[in-house]
């Protein structure tokens, strides 16, 4: 095998149009072209807006991540590409494209699962990164505690029962009215106000190292209401907090116990809701208390980019885990 091998990975499952180049671990470029704020104008994501905005950005994204890594499509070892899960035909246009490019150039194609690609981010952050690991995903359509034995094997330890984390936010955002995504909304209305609003125990209630969302964003939505049925003052900034704190702490709290009964001495992260100011910290926090190594993927690779699917595109081309050209974008996977 090569020594270093050159790897263009693409994203295109949600709202994000993206490539990156790597070399071995070492980025080169991370090209990005979000229609994140044209969603935001209809609360969410239009799939048909989305495939729209990809085919009209895919060729001057991938062309500017192939000229800000200085490198030559035909000095490529492999094309990276989202398959599944996310909007179908949002991720027809990157593997498509992909698809094209990987024939075109005779190099193979790795189509790779985007939530693996969450998970694959903490290898860039740390070069020298191997199994044993436990690691906390939470994106917006994905919450679990995972873990790495080794290359090839990863078990779920555990998961949400119902919401993701990141649906979770993006719903309380929508009771305080609060922009599309709602995630960064809620953090940045929280660090106004203080955790003080009492928020059920019932989440923290959940066996194992699984956990539950649909209750507590019920409970806000009800507290909400009656405060405004009532006349009553409220505070979003201290909702926006006490929700914070009860979605996060328990992630991390989960994650820390799981990583002490695996006798693990290394934690990663992954996923949007890593992007969160307050869960970063908590986690290091409870890490750093238990003895235990972090590793977060910086906050621009937490939300979806195209390094984490060269990242992961790097595993399986080291593990010589290519598809055939017939391979068909999915809208939903498994993990494995
Ligand atoms: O991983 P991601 O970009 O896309 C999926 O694969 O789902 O995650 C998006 C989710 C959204 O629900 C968004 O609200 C949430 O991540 N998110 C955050 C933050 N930034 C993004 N949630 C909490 N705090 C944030 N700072
Ligand atoms: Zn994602």
Redesign the pocket.
């Known amino acids: 095998m090569k020594k270093e091998p050159l790897i263009l990975g693409i994203e295109s499952s949600?709202d994000e149009t993206a490539a990156a180049v790597i070399r071995r671990r070492e980025l080169l470029s991370d090209e990005i072209v979000s229609s994140a704020q044209l969603q935001a104008r209809f609360g969410g994501v239009v799939p048909e807006i989305a495939s729209r905005v990809h085919t009209d950005a895919i060729d001057e994204v991938v062309s500017r991540a192939l000229c800000v890594a200085g490198v030559k499509k035909e000095e490529l070892d492999a094309v990276a590409v989202t398959y599944g899960a996310g909007l179908l035909g949002a991720l027809l246009v990157g593997l498509s494209f992909a698809k094209g490019f990987a024939y075109g150039l005779n190099i193979p194609l790795i189509g790779v699962n985007?939530i693996r690609g969450?998970l694959a981010a903490a290898y860039l952050e740390e070069k020298t990164l191997e199994p044993p690991f436990v690691t906390l995903l939470a994106?917006?359509?994905h919450t679990a505690v995972l873990y790495t034995r080794s290359r090839s094997e990863l078990e779920v330890l555990g998961g949400t029962l119902d919401d993701a984390a990141?649906?979770a936010?993006?719903k309380v955002a929508r009771v305080l009215s609060l922009p599309y995504?709602?995630?960064?909304h809620?953090?940045a209305l929280a660090r106004e106000g203080r955790p003080v609003v009492p928020m059920p125990k019932m989440l923290k209630g959940a066996g194992g190292y699984d956990f539950s969302y649909s209750g507590l964003k019920t409970h806000i939505i009800n507290y909400v209401h009656n405060k405004e049925q009532r006349g009553e003052e409220w505070s979003k900034a201290d909702v926006a907090a006490s929700f914070q704190s009860a979605a996060l702490d328990i992630l991390a709290e989960k994650t820390v116990q799981a990583a002490l009964e695996k006798k693990v001495h290394t934690v990663t992260a992954g996923?949007?809701?890593i992007?969160?100011g307050y869960l970063r910290e908590k986690l290091s926090l409870l890490c750093g208390r238990a003895g235990l190594h972090l590793v977060l993927p910086e906050k621009k690779r937490?939300?979806?980019n195209a390094a984490m699917i060269a990242a992961e595109g790097l595993l399986r081309f080291e593990a010589g885990q290519f598809s055939p050209l017939t391979i068909n974008a999915e809208a939903s996977i498994p993990l494995r």
């Open positions: 949600c985007h969450h994106s917006g359509g990141g649906e936010f993006d995504p709602g995630g960064p809620v953090e996923g949007g809701v992007a969160n937490c939300t979806d």
